[in-house]
């Protein structure tokens, strides 16, 4: 399961890799209004990435990391979900990775340097969808995951744990 983490929209990405084939099996945005204050949105992120978590059943979590540019006050705030989705994963005892955007980027696109668009196109081309995922969210988490996928033994990268079975 590949995450992009933020305060405002958390994408995220689940990846099979079975046969040496990559397939999606879900994605999208869990997208916050921004009159909610910090720690609410926080809290509805953790509990939306821990029943993701637990309906998936990923071996592994891959973050994108924090990209310190000129706004210091975005960057907390990416730090804070990342923080969030590390504790969901911790809870669920999901190993985590970490990746740059430019690690991520090359692994997809081939250039550190490509642009979200470019991002958007060949994670659709990569997992064969019909289409490219309309939010950039959806596509960094996917990606975040192909990434993952291709510095991991493809024999269990992003297999899915058989859920458990709960009687009660």
């Not at 540019?69 to 990342?82: C, E, F, L, M, P």
């Not at 955007?101 to 060949?122: D, F, L, N, T, Y």
Request: proline share 5%.
């Amino acid at each position: 399961m590949g995450i992009d983490p933020g305060v405002a929209s958390t994408g995220f990405g689940v990846v099979r890799v079975a046969g040496g084939k990559m397939s999606a099996v879900d994605g999208g945005v869990i997208e916050e209004g921004g009159g909610e204050p910090a720690e609410r949105r926080l809290a509805r992120i953790h509990d939306e990435l821990v029943e993701l978590l637990t309906w998936h059943q990923p071996v592994a979590l891959a973050l994108e990391s924090v990209y310190f540019g000129k706004n210091v006050r975005s960057a907390i705030s990416v730090g804070q979900a990342r923080g969030v989705a590390l504790l969901a994963a911790g809870h669920r005892d999901v190993p985590c990775f970490d990746y740059t955007p430019q690690a991520v980027k090359m692994a997809v696109c081939g250039s550190g340097a490509a642009a979200k668009e470019q991002v958007q196109r060949m994670v659709g081309t990569l997992l064969g969808l019909p289409q490219a995922p309309r939010s950039d969210h959806t596509a960094d988490a996917l990606a975040v995951a192909i990434c993952h996928a291709g510095h991991t033994r493809p024999a269990h990268a992003f297999a899915a744990r058989e859920p458990e079975v709960r009687v009660g």
